[in-house]
């Protein structure tokens, strides 16, 4: 992987169906929603940023994040990573990058996540990069974690 090729770019017209093809290996559909479902969220709540994620220029992930309530909780919330491109450490890198996008962007010091419990994949990653567990669950019942920036 070359991460100086990792970028991350609106997601329009001219990559919407190349984005809408991402998919998730077999047994990893109960963690996280599909793309279409998540850019139904994004339209239906105009927090939400999707964004396309690209190794130089081709897609191969997605992501989502947004800030919330009174006191703007930032959360980098979906994060997907094509089937065809995952365990090369671009999942990782883009991490990275969406966290000093996202401190940036709302000019927050602490940035939030949720995963489903199973995931251990997605728990060790996040914890590798210092993402804390916080002992609470959101209202789906999703483990919450917290960075700070």
């Known amino acids: 992987m070359q991460s100086e090729g990792l970028n991350f770019r609106a997601i329009d017209a001219d990559n919407a169906a190349d984005v809408l093809k991402i998919k998730v290996k077999s047994g990893q559909e109960t963690f996280i929603e599909t793309v279409a479902e998540c850019l139904e969220e994004a339209a239906?709540?105009?927090?939400?940023?999707?964004v396309a994620i690209y190794n130089f220029d081709q897609v191969i992930g997605f992501a989502m994040y947004g800030a919330f309530g009174a006191n703007t909780d930032t959360w980098i919330d979906r994060i997907i990573i094509d089937e065809t491109f995952q365990g090369k450490g671009y999942g990782k890198e883009a991490m990275k990058q969406l966290i000093k996008i996202v401190a940036k962007e709302y000019g927050v010091d602490t940035i939030y996540l949720s995963i489903v419990e199973e995931n251990e994949v997605a728990r060790h990653l996040y914890e590798s990069m210092g993402f804390e567990e916080m002992n609470e669950r959101d209202p789906n019942g999703?483990?919450?974690?917290?960075?700070?920036?």
Do not use: G, T
């Not at 239906?44 to 999707?50: K, R």
């Not at 999703?142 to 920036?149: A, I, K």
């Open 44 to 50: 239906l709540h105009s927090e939400w940023h999707p």
């Open 142 to 149: 999703e483990l919450l974690f917290q960075y700070r920036v």
